[in-house]
């Protein structure tokens, strides 16, 4: 009789960071569950490389803003699938750079309800589960936005920084009893078209041309960190992890990377 593959849960799974974590667990023997807000083909694109590649995959379309729809994922999954070893969080909350005038409060409330409340959501329906199974990873991506304020991103920051202090209390809570979760700062460009990609528009090629071989973060190493972390032994967990270029200067020092504002990466 076989062992059933353990479940990695990527909510946010498109073409950057969300589907190489997913090709990268399915790679290391888990079952990937990608769900993402839309792009039905492309969802199915993905799932189709890790097949092809040898790896077990699933995928779904997820409105996380709409209530329950999380909870009823994590359900489907773990009925149907199997127990959740591991769920990265990585959707975005970025409403576009706007001041506190063009911010109206349904705007603000959805980069909150992205942000914020979909983590919240998660952990409340997964971890009492992981804690009864004594082990569980949430990895969790985040932003230089989480750390710093900038003008036009209210929003964004305040989704943000309201995720990274969840991330601290979801710790002090869960890791005594054996769930880890991981905050990850990505405090830098990274290299997806569906993203990045799409805010710079036309201008994307260009901007990779312009930041040099090391000067974009690629996404398929940001999988491997995520890799990592999940299987961390527990008296050596990092809670916290902060991922940039090396050419870049780190968000405390307040400098963007060549050719954008602040605003535009955090």
């Given at each position: 009789?076989?062992?059933?593959?353990?479940?990695?849960?990527?909510?946010?799974?498109?073409?950057?960071?969300?589907?190489?974590?997913?090709?990268?667990?399915?790679?290391?023997?888990?079952?990937?569950?990608?769900a993402?807000?839309?792009?039905?083909?492309?969802?199915?694109?993905?799932?189709?490389q890790?097949?092809?590649?040898?790896?077990?995959?699933?995928?779904?379309?997820?409105?996380?803003?709409?209530?329950?729809?999380?909870?009823?994922?994590?359900?489907?999954?773990e009925?149907?699938?199997?127990?959740?070893?591991?769920?990265?969080?990585?959707?975005?909350?970025?409403?576009?750079?706007?001041?506190?005038?063009?911010?109206?409060?349904?705007?603000?409330?959805?980069?909150?309800?992205?942000?914020?409340?979909?983590?919240?959501?998660?952990?409340?329906?997964?971890?009492?589960?992981?804690?009864?199974?004594?082990?569980?990873?949430?990895?969790?991506?985040?932003?230089?936005?989480?750390?710093?304020g900038?003008?036009?991103?209210?929003?964004?920051?305040?989704?943000?920084?309201?995720?990274?202090?969840?991330?601290?209390t979801?710790?002090?809570?869960?890791?005594?009893?054996?769930?880890?979760?991981?905050?990850?700062?990505?405090?830098?460009?990274?290299?997806?078209?569906?993203?990045?990609?799409?805010?710079?528009?036309?201008?994307?090629?260009?901007?990779?041309?312009?930041?040099?071989?090391?000067?974009?973060?690629?996404?398929?190493?940001?999988?491997?960190?995520?890799?990592?972390?999940?299987?961390?032994?527990?008296?050596?967990?990092?809670?916290?992890?902060?991922?940039?270029?090396?050419?870049?200067?780190?968000?405390?020092?307040d400098?963007?990377?060549p050719?954008?504002?602040?605003?535009?990466?955090?």
């Open positions: 009789m076989s062992v059933p593959s353990p479940v990695c849960l990527v909510i946010g799974a498109g073409a950057g960071i969300g589907g190489h974590v997913a090709q990268r667990f399915a790679g290391g023997g888990y079952h990937a569950v990608l993402r807000r839309s792009d039905e083909a492309g969802l199915a694109k993905l799932v189709r890790i097949e092809d590649a040898g790896g077990e995959a699933s995928g779904t379309l997820l409105d996380a803003a709409a209530d329950g729809t999380i909870e009823d994922l994590v359900g489907w999954v009925s149907d699938i199997g127990p959740i070893s591991c769920a990265l969080y990585n959707l975005g909350a970025q409403i576009g750079n706007r001041v506190l005038g063009d911010t109206p409060h349904r705007t603000f409330e959805l980069g909150w309800r992205l942000g914020t409340f979909g983590l919240f959501r998660l952990a409340h329906i997964l971890a009492p589960r992981m804690v009864e199974r004594g082990a569980g990873t949430i990895l969790v991506t985040s932003a230089t936005a989480a750390v710093r900038n003008a036009g991103q209210h929003s964004h920051a305040a989704a943000m920084g309201g995720r990274r202090m969840l991330c601290q979801l710790n002090a809570e869960l890791a005594p009893q054996g769930v880890h979760v991981a905050h990850v700062v990505v405090d830098g460009p990274v290299d997806a078209p569906d993203t990045l990609g799409r805010m710079l528009g036309e201008n994307f090629e260009a901007y990779k041309l312009a930041q040099g071989e090391d000067g974009m973060i690629d996404p398929a190493a940001i999988a491997e960190t995520y890799w990592h972390l999940a299987h961390q032994p527990r008296n050596c967990w990092s809670h916290e992890v902060d991922i940039r270029p090396f050419s870049n200067t780190a968000w405390w020092n400098s963007p990377p050719g954008l504002s602040a605003k535009d990466v955090t």
